[in-house]
């Protein structure tokens, strides 16, 4: 069964520092999403790509995060530099073009961040 | 703006007990619900969903949820619980078309023995 990937599972990382995760999607999902989760909370969408196109990005803290999936396949999600609050799980989702009515949505195993 | 309400942050359990999770929503319409489940170390699977038509609608691993209009609730359910349900569960919602989602913060379920 097809999987969303992602990488690393865990990182530890030192505030100021750069850190960076990988996502690949589900072969043919044209849809992908970042999601933070805070431990404790409820996961909340940093951005939105179609193909390799933002079309929602009203989330993500741009003075520190960055996004960008150059070929409409991986994605990478990018902070620098990482702050103590950064510490949660990041999530990848993807689905099929055509949005949510026909279109599940299908969870990575998320990678967890840990600032010191 | 919308928004997913889940009054439960913890709820214990008896292994085979009767199960029901609370789940409610803000939206200017009606919106594309669903539930999702969390095991620790995991991401998230999702159990059902409700679009429109029938109110009662069933998942897997024997879950289902009821969409009321008038409570704007759906309450996830299970009528004998097992250890293996033992995990954080979302509610979320979307407005539609290709929209993340909004979840609610979670209800962390506990099964005793």
């Given at each position: 069964?097809?999987?969303?990937?992602?990488?690393?599972?865990?990182?530890?990382?030192?505030?100021?520092?750069?850190?960076?995760?990988?996502?690949?999607?589900?072969?043919?999902?044209?849809t992908l999403y970042w999601y933070?989760?805070?431990?404790?909370?409820?996961?909340e969408l940093l951005v939105q790509f179609q193909?390799?196109s933002v079309v929602d990005d009203s989330q993500l803290?741009k003075?520190?995060?960055?996004a960008?999936r150059?070929?409409?396949?991986?994605?990478?999600?990018?902070?620098?530099?990482?702050?103590?609050?950064?510490?949660?799980?990041?999530?990848?989702a993807?689905?099929?073009?055509?949005g949510v009515?026909?279109?599940?949505?299908?969870?990575?195993?998320?990678?967890?961040?840990?600032?010191? | 703006?919308?928004?997913?309400?889940?009054?439960?942050?913890?709820?214990?359990?008896?292994?085979?007990?009767?199960?029901?999770?609370?789940?409610?929503?803000?939206?200017?319409?009606?919106?594309?619900?669903?539930?999702?489940?969390?095991?620790?170390?995991?991401?998230?699977?999702?159990?059902?969903?409700?679009?429109?038509?029938?109110?009662?609608?069933?998942?897997?691993?024997?879950?289902?949820?009821?969409?009321?209009?008038?409570?704007?609730?759906?309450?996830?359910?299970?009528?004998?619980?097992?250890?293996?349900?033992?995990?954080?569960?979302?509610?979320?919602?979307s407005g539609g078309g290709a929209d993340g989602l909004t979840?609610?913060?979670?209800?962390?379920?506990?099964?005793?023995?």
């Open positions: 069964e097809a999987e969303v990937a992602q990488s690393p599972r865990y990182k530890i990382t030192e505030k100021s520092q750069a850190v960076a995760f990988w996502c690949d999607p589900i072969s043919g999902h044209a933070r989760q805070i431990l404790g909370q409820g996961p193909d390799e803290p003075d520190r995060f960055s960008e150059l070929k409409g396949v991986d994605s990478t999600l990018k902070i620098q530099p990482a702050e103590l609050g950064d510490s949660a799980m990041y999530l990848c993807s689905s099929r073009r055509g009515v026909n279109n599940e949505q299908f969870f990575g195993p998320g990678t967890r961040l840990t600032v010191l | 703006a919308q928004s997913v309400t889940q009054p439960d942050i913890h709820i214990t359990v008896s292994e085979g007990a009767s199960l029901e999770l609370r789940c409610n929503y803000s939206y200017g319409a009606t919106p594309y619900l669903f539930w999702y489940v969390q095991s620790p170390g995991q991401g998230l699977q999702l159990l059902l969903k409700y679009f429109s038509g029938d109110t009662l609608v069933q998942g897997i691993k024997g879950f289902e949820a009821e969409f009321k209009r008038s409570q704007s609730s759906f309450n996830l359910r299970k009528p004998s619980v097992h250890w293996s349900d033992a995990a954080e569960y979302f509610c979320s919602l979840f609610g913060k979670g209800t962390h379920l506990i099964i005793q023995p």
